[in-house]
């Protein structure tokens, strides 16, 4: 497996302790979460239905305010792993640095990847991806200059896994337009990441392309009944983006006392540069906090959010130190 934030058998490993004692807060996952009630017994017993997954499509589309085509697939990671066989092979160009699966899972299914630092050099690619907002760093992209690549590309890929607390730069409005594919991401906003959720917005050919391909029960029906309660939970959405705005100041004023700096994030993660981003993360780690650092950049340490009071304690004790 290539390096991901929530390994926390490896931060077990180096420093002890058991899974209990550690806050993990090296990925962007939501750790205050939809509150999941419990699932009817046929959610468990009976495969998904036709009606039941469409509930689920129509859910996320009201969600993402679209009339989009649409499917649900097993998190936004499965839609990656189909994407090298949504079109022909040809020239993949993935603005970087970003999220690590894209380039090793076209290279992998004999793709022509190369990653590069500005949308204008995505121009003339067969699949072009853009994660937006993007991780590691949360730089954003304008609407405009997105969609203005489309008739430059063959196929534009936008990943919008960490658009919902920011819904302003999501094209999930434009998607259903020819070339344009969108994926989002349900487990980070939401929380549950376990559940394995997410969508693929497109145009009605490409979704069949996916649905194909992704086979006829896509999803659980456990993440078909949880999804289609928390999508439709507008109180909910609204209450968790403002919490998540405030909570990432409060983790940006935090860390100054460190001396470290604002490279970037989103209202699920923050991204600093600490300077020497292993002594950071090991500082942390002595107190159980574990976070993410990258090697291509030696200085950026990611954190996420802490879920409660006795978190947030804890994060500012061992900062203090």
């Not at 420093?15 to 009817?40: K, M, Q």
């Not at 991806?129 to 997105?146: A, C, I, K, S, T």
């Not at 994926?183 to 980070?188: E, I």
Request: aromatic share 6%; hydrophobic share 45%.
């Amino acid at each position: 497996m290539r390096e991901h934030g929530g390994n926390l058998d490896v931060a077990r490993q180096r420093f002890g302790g058991c899974a209990e004692d550690w806050i993990d807060l090296s990925t962007g996952i939501n750790r205050v979460p939809y509150p999941v009630r419990d699932v009817e017994p046929n959610g468990w017993n009976a495969l998904p239905s036709r009606s039941d997954i469409e509930a689920l499509h129509d859910a996320a589309r009201h969600a993402y305010a679209t009339t989009a085509p649409i499917i649900a697939l097993a998190g936004a990671q499965a839609a990656i792993q189909l994407l090298p066989h949504l079109v022909a092979r040809g020239r993949a160009r993935i603005l970087a640095p970003t999220y690590n699966e894209y380039a090793a899972v076209l290279s992998a299914a004999s793709w022509h990847v190369s990653e590069v630092s500005d949308l204008a050099a995505l121009a003339g690619a067969d699949l072009a991806v853009v994660v937006n907002p993007n991780n590691p760093d949360g730089r954003q992209h304008d609407r405009g200059e997105l969609l203005g690549l489309l008739p430059r590309v063959r196929r534009l890929v936008v990943d919008e896994s960490f658009a919902d607390a920011v819904p302003g730069v999501s094209l999930a409005r434009e998607a259903g337009r020819s070339g344009l594919v969108i994926l989002r991401s349900f487990g980070k906003f939401y929380g549950l990441a376990g559940l394995r959720l997410g969508f693929a917005l497109g145009s009605e050919g490409d979704i069949a392309a996916l649905a194909a391909m992704a086979g006829p029960w896509p999803v659980s029906g456990p993440a078909i009944a949880i999804g289609r309660r928390a999508l439709r939970d507008d109180e909910w959405t609204r209450a968790t983006a403002a919490r998540l705005v405030r909570d990432a100041a409060l983790l940006d004023a935090a860390v100054r006392s460190r001396g470290w700096t604002l490279v970037g994030g989103t209202p699920l993660f923050r991204l600093y540069d600490t300077g020497d981003a292993p002594t950071a993360q090991e500082m942390l780690a002595r107190g159980r906090i574990w976070s993410r650092v990258f090697g291509q950049q030696p200085g950026w340490l990611r954190l996420g959010l802490p879920s409660d009071e006795r978190e947030w304690s804890r994060l500012a004790a061992v900062l203090a130190r």
